[in-house]
Protein backbone atom coordinates (compact mmCIF):
# COMPACT_ATOMS: atom_id res chain seq x y z
CA UNK A 1 0.00 0.00 0.00
CA UNK A 2 1.50 3.26 -1.07
CA UNK A 3 -0.73 5.57 0.74
CA UNK A 4 -0.78 7.65 3.52
CA UNK A 5 -0.33 5.22 6.62
CA UNK A 6 -1.00 6.45 10.75
CA UNK A 7 0.14 4.61 13.72
CA UNK A 8 -1.72 3.91 16.14
CA UNK A 9 -5.57 3.93 14.68
CA UNK A 10 -6.83 4.33 17.79
CA UNK A 11 -5.53 5.65 21.23
CA UNK A 12 -6.85 5.17 24.74
CA UNK A 13 -5.23 7.56 27.39
CA UNK A 14 -6.21 8.50 30.36
CA UNK A 15 -5.90 12.86 31.09
CA UNK A 16 -2.43 13.84 31.82
CA UNK A 17 -0.33 11.58 29.72
CA UNK A 18 1.43 12.35 27.14
CA UNK A 19 0.53 10.90 23.54
CA UNK A 20 2.36 10.64 19.78
CA UNK A 21 1.48 9.75 16.41
CA UNK A 22 3.28 8.86 13.62
CA UNK A 23 2.48 9.58 9.88
CA UNK A 24 4.28 7.91 7.50
CA UNK A 25 3.33 10.18 3.80
CA UNK A 26 3.82 8.95 0.45
CA UNK A 27 6.94 7.90 -0.44
CA UNK A 28 7.58 11.15 -3.00
CA UNK A 29 5.28 13.62 -1.32
CA UNK A 30 7.82 16.39 -0.16
CA UNK A 31 5.13 18.13 1.89
CA UNK A 32 3.05 16.91 5.27
CA UNK A 33 0.42 18.12 7.20
CA UNK A 34 -1.65 17.50 10.55
CA UNK A 35 -4.97 18.86 10.91
CA UNK A 36 -7.44 17.55 13.96
CA UNK A 37 -11.35 16.34 13.61
CA UNK A 38 -13.59 16.49 16.05
CA UNK A 39 -17.00 15.05 15.96
CA UNK A 40 -19.62 16.56 13.27
CA UNK A 41 -16.74 19.40 11.59
CA UNK A 42 -14.39 19.21 9.49
CA UNK A 43 -10.75 18.97 9.65
CA UNK A 44 -8.98 21.77 11.29
CA UNK A 45 -5.57 22.49 9.93
CA UNK A 46 -2.46 22.18 12.47
CA UNK A 47 0.56 22.48 11.37
CA UNK A 48 2.65 21.78 7.67
CA UNK A 49 6.15 20.63 7.16
CA UNK A 50 8.08 20.93 3.79
CA UNK A 51 10.70 18.20 3.25
CA UNK A 52 11.91 18.57 7.13
CA UNK A 53 11.18 22.35 7.92
CA UNK A 54 7.82 23.14 10.07
CA UNK A 55 7.30 25.82 7.82
CA UNK A 56 3.94 26.68 10.07
CA UNK A 57 3.10 25.87 13.07
CA UNK A 58 1.12 28.83 14.35
CA UNK A 59 -2.22 26.78 14.18
CA UNK A 60 -1.50 24.59 16.80
CA UNK A 61 -4.18 24.27 19.36
CA UNK A 62 -1.54 25.02 22.44
CA UNK A 63 2.03 24.33 23.48
CA UNK A 64 1.10 20.76 24.78
CA UNK A 65 1.54 20.15 20.84
CA UNK A 66 4.44 19.58 18.88
CA UNK A 67 5.15 18.10 15.45
CA UNK A 68 8.52 16.98 14.20
CA UNK A 69 9.94 15.30 10.89
CA UNK A 70 13.75 15.10 11.85
CA UNK A 71 14.66 13.54 7.95
CA UNK A 72 11.96 14.50 6.31
CA UNK A 73 10.14 11.45 5.95
CA UNK A 74 7.77 10.51 8.40
CA UNK A 75 6.57 12.98 11.28
CA UNK A 76 5.03 12.54 14.54
CA UNK A 77 2.94 14.58 16.69
CA UNK A 78 2.85 14.48 20.31
CA UNK A 79 0.39 16.11 22.56
CA UNK A 80 2.12 16.12 26.69
CA UNK A 81 -0.29 16.29 29.60
CA UNK A 82 -3.62 15.54 27.49
CA UNK A 83 -7.00 16.78 28.17
CA UNK A 84 -10.30 15.63 27.72
CA UNK A 85 -10.95 18.45 25.24
CA UNK A 86 -7.96 16.68 22.98
CA UNK A 87 -10.26 13.74 22.60
CA UNK A 88 -10.52 13.84 18.38
CA UNK A 89 -9.57 12.39 15.10
CA UNK A 90 -5.62 13.66 14.10
CA UNK A 91 -5.36 12.96 10.45
CA UNK A 92 -2.40 13.23 8.21
CA UNK A 93 -1.92 14.50 4.79
CA UNK A 94 0.85 14.45 2.52
CA UNK A 95 1.06 16.49 -1.32
CA UNK A 96 3.49 16.95 -3.87
CA UNK A 97 3.92 20.98 -3.80
CA UNK A 98 1.00 22.71 -3.41
CA UNK A 99 -1.86 19.70 -5.04
CA UNK A 100 -4.03 17.25 -4.10
CA UNK A 101 -3.30 16.64 -0.20
CA UNK A 102 -3.72 13.05 0.12
CA UNK A 103 -5.06 11.80 3.84
CA UNK A 104 -3.94 8.93 5.93
CA UNK A 105 -7.01 6.72 7.77
CA UNK A 106 -6.08 9.12 11.03
CA UNK A 107 -5.51 8.22 14.95
CA UNK A 108 -8.67 8.60 16.86
CA UNK A 109 -7.74 9.54 20.46
CA UNK A 110 -9.64 9.25 23.75
CA UNK A 111 -9.04 11.09 26.47
CA UNK A 112 -10.45 9.76 30.06
CA UNK B 1 -12.44 29.53 12.21
CA UNK B 2 -14.09 26.98 8.76
CA UNK B 3 -14.14 29.16 5.77
CA UNK B 4 -16.11 26.75 4.09
CA UNK B 5 -19.83 26.39 4.45
CA UNK B 6 -21.57 23.18 2.92
CA UNK B 7 -25.22 23.54 2.02
CA UNK B 8 -27.53 21.48 2.96
CA UNK B 9 -25.78 20.17 5.93
CA UNK B 10 -27.66 16.87 5.37
CA UNK B 11 -29.40 15.05 2.61
CA UNK B 12 -31.35 11.99 1.78
CA UNK B 13 -32.01 10.85 -1.56
CA UNK B 14 -32.96 7.67 -3.45
CA UNK B 15 -30.67 5.26 -5.39
CA UNK B 16 -30.50 6.36 -9.25
CA UNK B 17 -31.15 10.44 -7.88
CA UNK B 18 -28.94 13.13 -8.52
CA UNK B 19 -27.52 15.15 -5.57
CA UNK B 20 -26.26 18.63 -5.21
CA UNK B 21 -23.67 20.24 -2.59
CA UNK B 22 -22.98 23.52 -2.22
CA UNK B 23 -20.04 25.32 -1.09
CA UNK B 24 -19.42 28.56 -0.28
CA UNK B 25 -16.12 30.00 1.03
CA UNK B 26 -15.00 33.79 2.21
CA UNK B 27 -11.31 34.64 0.90
CA UNK B 28 -9.48 34.32 -2.08
CA UNK B 29 -8.39 30.85 -3.22
CA UNK B 30 -5.84 29.05 -5.13
CA UNK B 31 -8.20 26.06 -5.65
CA UNK B 32 -11.16 24.10 -4.21
CA UNK B 33 -10.95 20.33 -3.64
CA UNK B 34 -14.10 18.33 -2.67
CA UNK B 35 -13.14 15.12 -0.36
CA UNK B 36 -15.44 12.47 0.93
CA UNK B 37 -15.37 10.85 4.43
CA UNK B 38 -16.80 7.07 5.23
CA UNK B 39 -17.90 7.45 8.49
CA UNK B 40 -14.38 7.64 11.64
CA UNK B 41 -12.22 7.10 8.40
CA UNK B 42 -10.06 9.31 6.40
CA UNK B 43 -10.89 11.70 3.71
CA UNK B 44 -10.71 10.69 0.47
CA UNK B 45 -9.63 13.13 -2.66
CA UNK B 46 -12.78 13.42 -5.15
CA UNK B 47 -11.83 16.76 -7.08
CA UNK B 48 -9.61 19.53 -7.62
CA UNK B 49 -10.59 22.86 -9.04
CA UNK B 50 -8.48 25.85 -9.56
CA UNK B 51 -9.58 29.18 -9.27
CA UNK B 52 -9.33 30.01 -12.98
CA UNK B 53 -11.46 26.73 -14.24
CA UNK B 54 -15.20 26.65 -14.10
CA UNK B 55 -16.34 23.50 -14.89
CA UNK B 56 -14.46 19.58 -13.54
CA UNK B 57 -15.75 16.54 -14.34
CA UNK B 58 -14.73 13.51 -13.02
CA UNK B 59 -16.83 10.10 -13.59
CA UNK B 60 -20.12 10.63 -11.83
CA UNK B 61 -19.17 13.92 -10.56
CA UNK B 62 -19.21 17.47 -11.57
CA UNK B 63 -17.97 20.43 -10.12
CA UNK B 64 -18.50 23.99 -11.11
CA UNK B 65 -16.42 26.91 -9.46
CA UNK B 66 -17.77 30.35 -9.20
CA UNK B 67 -15.20 32.57 -7.95
CA UNK B 68 -17.15 35.72 -8.18
CA UNK B 69 -19.63 34.69 -5.94
CA UNK B 70 -16.63 32.75 -3.97
CA UNK B 71 -18.85 29.29 -4.16
CA UNK B 72 -18.42 26.02 -5.37
CA UNK B 73 -21.11 23.20 -6.32
CA UNK B 74 -20.60 19.37 -6.58
CA UNK B 75 -22.61 17.03 -8.44
CA UNK B 76 -23.03 13.36 -8.15
CA UNK B 77 -25.06 11.85 -10.83
CA UNK B 78 -27.06 8.44 -10.83
CA UNK B 79 -26.11 7.98 -7.03
CA UNK B 80 -25.63 4.69 -5.59
CA UNK B 81 -25.88 3.54 -2.05
CA UNK B 82 -22.12 3.28 -1.65
CA UNK B 83 -21.88 6.85 -2.45
CA UNK B 84 -23.44 7.07 1.15
CA UNK B 85 -21.11 9.18 2.98
CA UNK B 86 -19.93 13.05 4.28
CA UNK B 87 -18.78 15.29 1.61
CA UNK B 88 -16.14 18.56 2.57
CA UNK B 89 -15.03 21.31 0.27
CA UNK B 90 -11.85 22.73 1.18
CA UNK B 91 -10.32 25.54 0.07
CA UNK B 92 -6.53 25.90 -0.55
CA UNK B 93 -5.07 29.19 0.26
CA UNK B 94 -1.34 29.65 0.12
CA UNK B 95 0.48 30.25 3.32
CA UNK B 96 3.03 33.38 3.39
CA UNK B 97 6.12 30.72 3.67
CA UNK B 98 5.34 29.17 0.07
CA UNK B 99 3.24 26.74 1.76
CA UNK B 100 -0.39 26.33 1.64
CA UNK B 101 -3.33 24.66 3.96
CA UNK B 102 -6.91 23.67 3.22
CA UNK B 103 -9.65 24.81 5.46
CA UNK B 104 -12.77 22.73 5.12
CA UNK B 105 -15.91 23.61 5.67
CA UNK B 106 -18.53 21.70 8.29
CA UNK B 107 -19.37 18.68 5.53
CA UNK B 108 -22.50 17.74 3.69
CA UNK B 109 -23.87 14.35 4.95
CA UNK B 110 -25.63 12.25 2.15
CA UNK B 111 -27.82 9.38 2.76
CA UNK B 112 -28.63 7.06 -0.75
CA UNK B 113 -31.13 4.86 0.05
CA UNK B 114 -31.29 1.57 -1.95
Known amino acids: DTGVSQNPRHKITKRGQNVTFRCDPISEHNRLYWYRQTLGQGPEFLTY????????KSRLLSDRFSAERPKGSFSTLEIQRTEQGDSAMYLC??????????FGPGTRLTVT | SQQGEEDPQALSIQEGENATMNCSYK?????LQWYRQNSGRGLVHLILIRSNEREKHSGRLRVTLDTSKKSSSLLITASRAADTASYFC??????????????FGGGTRLMVKP
Open chain 2, 27 to 31: TSINN
Open chain 1, 93 to 102: ASSLAANEQY
Open chain 2, 90 to 103: ATDAALGNAGNMLT
Open chain 1, 49 to 56: FQNEAQLE
